[in-house]
Antibody, heavy 121, light 107 residues
């Protein structure tokens, strides 16, 4: 069974930093493109960042570019999001999500339960 | 960047109704479109990929259609479990973009 479990969320002051983790199991993590997607309270979904298998390519949304860093450790089946210079508008539930394989590529087939990040003084 | 616009933002319907949600892209995206269902406090669930392909395990009352710039998600006969928020999502090789969501409410 595929499982994605996020951790690391919490309350942080504006300008602060936080590292989110996503522990993956039930599939060959190293083979898949992984993503972070966030959802501000009461709002819609916003893609944040993506990392291809092997970490060959990394992409960010304009809203987090230069402040957030995505990484992965295939030996630990883990995905990370290092968040710096946090702002109030970064407050959201952060999901890790796997990109679907093969003909289903381009969609996100497995999601974690999310971890809440609150940026407030 | 390609913008995805869903309509309506809110839809009130009854059990048994046929409902359609529309998603428009600001430029042609071929069939690179997915649909998700999200319930409060839960992660999104993939329903449709490549505009019209039904994800495994998703009931056949859900269907997707369209290509280019206009897409639709249709639920043929609403069930109580279908009242949720629905999102469309476009993918290109370097990013994803979501529509703003359509909340499907019980009339």
């Amino acid at each position: 069974e595929v499982q994605l479990v996020e951790s690391g969320g919490g309350l942080v002051k504006p300008g602060g930093s936080l590292r989110l983790s996503c522990a993956a199991s039930g599939f060959t993590f190293s083979s898949d493109r992984m993503n972070w997607v966030r959802q501000a309270p009461g709002k819609g979904l916003e893609w944040v960042s993506s990392i291809t298998s092997g970490g060959s390519y990394i992409y960010y949304s304009d809203s987090v570019k230069g402040r957030f860093t995505i990484s992965r450790d295939d030996a630990k089946n883990s995905l990370y999001l290092h968040m710096n210079s946090l702002r109030a508008e970064d407050t959201a539930v952060y999901y890790c999500a796997r990109e679907s394989r093969g003909v289903r590529s381009g969609s996100l087939d497995y999601w974690g339960q999310g971890t809440l990040v609150t940026v407030s003084s | 960047d390609i913008q995805m616009t869903q309509s309506p933002s809110t839809l009130s319907a009854s059990v048994g109704d046929r409902v359609t949600i529309t998603c428009r892209a600001s430029q042609s995206i071929s069939i690179w479109l997915a649909w998700y269902q999200q319930k409060p406090g839960k992660a999104p669930k993939l329903l449709i990929y490549k505009a019209s392909s039904l994800e495994s395990g998703v009931p056949s009352r859900f269907s997707g259609s369209g290509s280019g710039t206009e897409f639709t998600l249709t639920i043929s006969s609403l069930q109580p479990d279908d009242f949720a928020t629905y999102y469309c999502q476009h993918y290109n090789s370097y990013s994803y973009s979501f529509g703003q969501g359509t909340k499907l409410e019980i009339k």
